[in-house]
């Protein structure tokens, strides 16, 4: 097909089509059957209703003693996962933009917001991944100040003198996350495939899942900048993706454990050391997936009901 010429009408159609339509049940004439996954994005409910979700979760964070790093890393991620740009894009506007924050301030909640979205690939997949990012970077180009000072470098260009110190990277990461199973695990992944193991581990734990000072020889990667996804992040960033998404209940186990044990990476001097030790407990691990459910709800449940009204208002 040459370049600029659109698809044929029909198949262009059946694209935005769900996979299959709605339809009336065999077994129970009087009940309708939804129809099967949508070709577009979720929708959104109002941004008043979204901000009051956000605004109930770090009012909540806040009060457990935990900074914004930590809520703003799940809550992002469980919107990525959702695939519902308005959302995501209504949180950008509810972190980074609130009135009195520094340009310093508001540049780290959207570089975290972003580095969030880049590590979703591991949990959920790249094509939405791709479309999350891009309609979160649209948000912040709305903001010409912060659009202007977000960093441009890359920082996982991985070079011939970095490769050791990823794979060394990636196995540490996957050693303090999943021991004392972690060998029994890889084999297990490799009698799956034998590549998988060499893919998940070497590939995603080494230079996404890692933060760059761990693996890069690069002397300007070396500090952990504040909206890093560190370790414990990090776990948070794999429950919400792996939650939000159902379907894979062992692996969202898996990372529970992996926050549960990511009490020793806390930092002796983190000002929220006391919030964020409460975090890996079975009391924070509760709380935060119990968020999770509740922005799943909140965007899901808010789109659905929008769209019903929608659809009784165009009929009347």
């Known amino acids: 097909m040459s370049k600029g010429k659109s698809l044929p009408p029909a198949l262009k159609q059946l694209l935005k089509e769900p996979t299959f339509p709605a339809r009336t049940s065999k077994l129970a004439p009087s009940i309708k059957l939804p129809a099967g996954r949508a070709a577009g994005p979720l929708g959104a409910p109002k941004e008043s209703k979204l901000f009051q979700t ?28 959702l695939n519902s740009p308005n ?34 690939i591991g949990f959920i997949g790249i094509p939405k991944v791709i479309n999350q990012l891009a309609a979160l970077r649209a948000a912040v180009d709305e903001d010409a100040q912060l659009k202007d000072a977000l960093p441009k470098e890359p920082r996982r260009k991985v070079t011939a003198k970095d490769t050791e110190a990823v794979q060394k990277a990636a196995y540490a990461l996957w050693d303090d996350i999943y021991t004392p199973v972690s060998d029994r695990l890889i084999d297990i992944l490799g009698h799956s495939h034998p590549d998988l193991p060499v893919f998940i581990v070497d590939g995603e734990y080494g230079p996404l899942f890692s933060i760059p000072s761990t693996f890069s020889s690069s002397p300007a990667l070396k500090e952990e900048p504040v909206w890093e996804v560190n370790r414990l992040r990090t776990s948070l960033v794999a429950m919400a993706g792996l939650r939000a998404q159902g379907g ?24 929220n050391k006391k919030g964020l030790q409460w975090l890996t407990t079975e009391e924070g691990a509760l709380w935060t997936v119990r968020m999770i459910d509740h922005i799943c709800e909140a965007v899901e449940g808010g789109a659905q009901e929008e769209s019903q009204q929608v659809q009784r208002e165009s009929k009347l």
Do not use: Y
Request: net charge neutral.
């Open 248 to 271: 894979v209940g062992p692996q969202v186990t898996s990372h529970v454990w992996g926050l549960l044990k990511a009490s020793k990476s806390i930092a002796e001097n983190d000002p």
């Open 87 to 120: 959302a995501l894009q209504s949180l950008h506007r509810h972190a980074v933009n609130p009135s009195g924050l520094s340009i310093e301030d508001r540049v780290a909640r959207a570089c975290l917001m972003r580095e969030v979205g880049l590590k979703c």
């Open 54 to 81: 956000f605004q109930t979760i770090s009012d909540d964070a806040n009060a457990k003693g935990l900074g914004w790093g930590e809520w703003l890393s799940f809550t992002t991620a469980t919107l990525v996962t």
